[in-house]
T-cell receptor
Framework: EAQVTQNPRYLITVTGKKLTVTCSQNMNHEYMSWYRQDPGLGLRQIYYSMNVEVTDKGDVPEGYKVSRKEKRNFPLILESPSPNQTSLYFC???????????FGSGTQLSVL | GESVGLHLPTLSVQEGDNSIINCAYSNSASDYFIWYKQESGKGPQFIIDIRSNMDKRQGQRVTVLLNKTVKHLSLQIAATQPGDSAVYFCAEIDPGAGSYQLTFGKGTKLSVIP
């Protein structure tokens, strides 16, 4: 089954404790991206990747890192999480570019 | 339409009626538009798209209309069903604003009354 898999589904952590949210797709898609979703603000892009070893900032990249060492994986790294990063995070992928994105099920992150 | 503040605009329709969800976009340079559906507890799901050289595009039970003059996009759902209850987002791509950036609207919540 074609899918984008994010882990974990829920995560509660404390300020400053490094964490990684994993994202994997099995569709051989070139394009992958991360979004955060907050009430009243909608979906905002954090980072995106056009292909392996190619990443670029979205609208709200501060406090986040990403890497794209393999085509299928695009982890989101929070080196020192802060409470304002409490949000619902979505990973998405598509064949090329942000058209017809396939989204994962989301990761609800709470930073205390 | 688009939301202001923390509350999403809500549209309530009777099962079997047609639904029209509206979206106003601000960037006249955007040339590609997409509608996504997000059910509770799930990620957004692609519904239909349209390029700026078209006014209308039809899918299965859904139609997207684009009016570039007033920068307005609408999604029409025919014979609305309970499974259509969700939040609907429009999204736009401006090819000049960094080639792969996608901007989402804030969403409209559709509730279908059985």
């Amino acid at each position: 089954e074609a899918q984008v898999t994010q882990n974990p589904r829920y995560l509660i952590t404390v300020t400053g404790k490094k964490l990684t949210v994993t994202c994997s797709q099995n569709m051989n898609h070139e394009y992958m991206s991360w979004y955060r979703q907050d009430p009243g603000l909608g979906l905002r892009q954090i980072y995106y990747s056009m292909n392996v070893e190619v990443t670029d900032k979205g609208d709200v990249p501060e406090g986040y890192k990403v890497s794209r060492k393999e085509k299928r994986n695009f982890p989101l790294i929070l080196e020192s999480p802060s409470p304002n990063q409490t949000s619902l995070y979505f990973c998405a992928s598509s064949l090329q570019g942000p058209e017809k994105l396939f989204f994962g099920s989301g990761t609800q992150l709470s930073v205390l | 339409g688009e939301s202001v503040g923390l509350h999403l605009p809500t549209l309530s329709v009777q099962e079997g009626d047609n639904s029209i969800i509206n979206c106003a976009y601000s960037n006249s340079a955007s040339d590609y538009f997409i509608w996504y559906k997000q059910e509770s507890g799930k990620g957004p799901q692609f519904i239909i798209d349209i390029r700026s050289n078209m006014d209308k595009r039809q899918g299965q039970r859904v139609t997207v209309l684009l009016n570039k003059t007033v920068k307005h996009l609408s999604l029409q759902i025919a014979a609305t069903q309970p499974g259509d209850s969700a939040v609907y987002f429009c999204a736009e791509i401006d090819p000049g604003a960094g080639s792969y950036q996608l901007t989402f609207g804030k969403g409209t919540k559709l509730s279908v009354i059985p």
